[in-house]
């Protein structure tokens, strides 16, 4: 039989802001309706701005495809890799990610606890994303350059006639600056009788920044085995905030946890608070729901 949860109580938030800054010039497709030999390959834009942006869809996307990578999953009592086994492209574009078959299942893996799991036809069960990506927009005003776009021109040669086939690729130049924000849900499971922190919470906190890390030499978007889409990641927050704090019942400063808040860090720095978070998230859990810690749920 399969486990199944009758109780969902939210206890806090945690919280990632800050740039994702260009390094090489990044190409995130926009729509190519139409787009004839020699014409321009146009970008992602915001309708309302005309200003570039990168969707949380590419950024949340690439970090699962990251995860699906290294993540491991707990099956039988034992630890083996995640399966690629989930179709979700098009007969066109098949496309294959990894998705867990029941909840059990999802629970005890690295990539459906933090990017979800939807159950199949016949498998009602699913596991709701607990990471957050909001779109990542340009701001002028942050901008240390005086244009965003430009187009680069490229040359495919077909290697038995030589002939030159011309494409155009817009792009977003390096140096160009998108505001970042990334918010991790936590949650705790159980039944009538009994509620459980989120025993994998710091192993999640470290796979996310090991993923961004990752992502940082790959790079972000398309054409990135042509140099495309390098980025560095530049937090100027982390924060830990518990269900209290969104009451605004009792005072701020037991409620929110501020790790780092600053003009810029990156990953390794907000690394290092990761075993401050789960205490104080442990806390918190304690503190809504009545019921204690229990040990085995230090990782």
Known sequence: MRKRFSQKVFIGEICLRGEIILKTGLHIGGSEEAVQIGEVTPIIKDPATG???????????????????????????????????????TPRNPVYIHCCDDLEMALNCDVCRVFGMSGEKGVPENLPASLLCRDANLDPA??????????????????????????????VIPGAKFDLEMILQVFALGDDKQLSFPKHLERDLGNLFTCMAILETQGLGGLISRGYGKVKFHFNELSALRLEYFKRENEEKKNILKCINEREFGIDKARKHIPKIVEFMKTAFEEITGEKVADQTKV
Request: net charge positive; proline share 6%; charged share 35%.
């Open 51 to 89: 200003f570039p942006y990168i969707p949380g869809s590419s950024l949340k996307g690439k970090l699962r495809s990251i995860m699906e990578t290294f993540g491991k999953r707990e099956r039988n009592g034992k630890e083996e890799r995640v399966p690629i086994n989930k179709r979700v492209g």
């Open 142 to 171: 942050k901008q240390e350059i005086a244009s965003f776009m430009d187009i680069k021109t490229e040359n495919v040669l077909d290697r038995v006639t030589a002939v030159s086939n011309p494409r155009r690729i817009e792009r």
